[in-house]
């Protein structure tokens, strides 16, 4: 057993082994959590300060080969996470006999569904060898893991009412059955999300971060333009039937994307909400489409404020923004959506999806998680050479 200790950081060990553990000790526990895949990949997309209540509330527990760590019906009063060893997962049958599950090994958690339903064990596990388990108090996990879905909740709630305005008139149970059917991925740069050609059966929105879209595949991948928070993605796969022509990927450092199955969304959806994301969708696509044919024709063009072009825009189009771009020194445009008359408002829909910049917005009231607003900074040519088009 001492061997099997030893793989442990002694730093580690010193932390799970004192009762009271200081902000720094409580990083560290942090630092070395993210080394156990499993229990990282589920905790990632949880907010710190929660991450910190279970690391305080975090011990070792160590048992020899063949103990058993818990059995079936037991209550479920902890989770737990494997640090060095393996865990046999076993259930009992009615007549007495075991059945052999599973062999669990390092990083893997166990015990989170049957806690936070609040139900008794519904299998046994046993140390196949040396075994040294992190424990967490089940009543922290719970409180922590039920007052994190709660905000969450309440933040995309927020983000839908913003990003889809066409819901605000509706009761908020109709807006929790749809908020709560979107996942939160928590991706790192270069993740992909969907890839061209595929036909995506899942609808995403950028919450927090920024992902690009583009064309090909490396060396002769074009990126086409950025995308920022509270772009939608695949929404031609969902909404559209089609299968998508491009490859979007993460292009931050990191993102925070909401997900939903188009079997889980859809039919939640009110209908005028339906038909107005539909609509939405269709010029979305072909304007995409259009763009990517127009950057093979303007590959050097830079902005120039003299000039005042929008090559993808109507006359019309063309003629109201440049002349609000007159009335601005900056060489990006930002125009408030809620200062333009409808007519105005009108174009900048058409070109908002176009534009070159990635999206500009500043935070919404009430702490909402992510930058987000009702301005869009406009840059009106591509630029083939840069990867950052809105």
């Known amino acids: 057993m001492e061997k099997s200790i030893k793989k442990i950081p002694q730093n580690v060990l010193q932390i799970l082994s004192a009762k009271d553990r200081n902000d720094d000790q409580i990083e560290k526990l942090l630092d070395y959590f993210e080394t156990l895949e499993d229990f990282?990949?589920?905790?990632?997309?949880?907010?710190?300060?929660?991450?910190?209540?279970?690391?305080?509330?975090?011990?070792?527990?160590?048992?020899?080969?063949?103990?058993?760590?818990?059995t079936k019906g037991?209550?479920?009063?902890?989770?737990?996470?494997?640090?060095?060893?393996?865990?046999?997962?076993?259930?009992?049958?009615?007549?007495?006999?075991?059945?052999?599950?599973?062999?669990?090994?390092?990083?893997?958690?166990?015990?989170?569904?049957?806690?936070?339903?609040?139900?008794?064990?519904?299998?046994?596990?046993?140390?196949?060898?040396?075994?040294?388990?992190?424990?967490?108090?089940?009543?922290?996990?719970?409180?922590?893991?039920?007052?994190?879905?709660?905000?969450?909740?309440e933040e995309k709630i927020k983000f839908f009412d913003f990003y889809i305005p066409e819901l605000k008139k509706y009761s908020i149970g109709i807006k929790e059955k749809i908020a709560r059917v979107f996942d939160v991925l928590r991706l790192n740069k270069k993740e992909i999300l969907i890839e061209e050609g595929n036909f995506g059966d899942s609808l995403f929105y950028i919450s927090d971060g920024e992902c690009m879209l583009s064309r090909g595949v490396p060396p002769s991948k074009t990126n086409i333009m950025s995308l920022g928070i509270g772009c939608s993605i695949a929404d031609e796969c969902v909404l559209l039937g089609r299968k998508t022509e491009f490859t979007v990927c993460v292009n931050s450092e990191s993102a925070l994307v909401y997900k939903a199955k188009r079997a889980d969304f859809l039919p939640l959806l009110p209908e005028d909400v339906m038909l107005n994301l539909v609509q939405t969708s269709k010029v979305k696509y072909f304007g995409r489409k259009n763009i990517l044919k127009h950057s093979k024709q303007y590959p050097k063009l830079q902005f120039s404020i003299e000039k005042k072009k929008f090559p993808l825009?109507?006359?019309?189009?063309?003629?109201?923004?440049?002349?609000?771009?007159?009335?601005?020194?900056?060489?990006?445009?930002?125009?408030?959506?809620?200062?333009?008359?409808?007519?105005?408002?009108?174009?900048?829909?058409?070109?908002?999806?176009?534009?070159?910049?990635?999206?500009?917005?500043?935070?919404?009231?009430?702490?909402?998680?992510g930058s987000i607003s009702d301005r869009w900074r406009i840059n009106p040519f591509h630029n083939n050479n840069k990867s950052n088009m809105a």
Do not use: W
């Open 74 to 153: 037991s209550p479920s009063d902890k989770l737990y996470v494997i640090l060095i060893g393996h865990l046999n997962i076993f259930d009992t049958l009615d007549d007495g006999t075991y059945k052999f599950i599973a062999s669990l090994s390092r990083g893997k958690m166990i015990g989170e569904k049957s806690l936070m339903r609040s139900q008794p064990r519904n299998i046994s596990a046993m140390a196949r060898d040396n075994l040294i388990l992190l424990s967490i108090d089940g009543e922290v996990f719970k409180s922590e893991m039920n007052y994190n879905t709660s905000i969450e909740l």
């Open 40 to 70: 990282h990949n589920y905790m990632k997309n949880i907010p710190k300060s929660c991450l910190k209540q279970l690391g305080k509330h975090s011990k070792l527990e160590i048992f020899q080969p063949n103990s058993i760590v818990f």
């Open 313 to 369: 825009a109507s006359l019309a189009a063309q003629t109201s923004i440049s002349k609000i771009i007159n009335r601005n020194s900056r060489r990006t445009l930002d125009i408030n959506r809620s200062a333009l008359t409808f007519k105005h408002k009108s174009k900048l829909d058409q070109l908002r999806d176009f534009s070159i910049d990635s999206f500009h917005r500043p935070s919404l009231p009430n702490n909402l998680s």
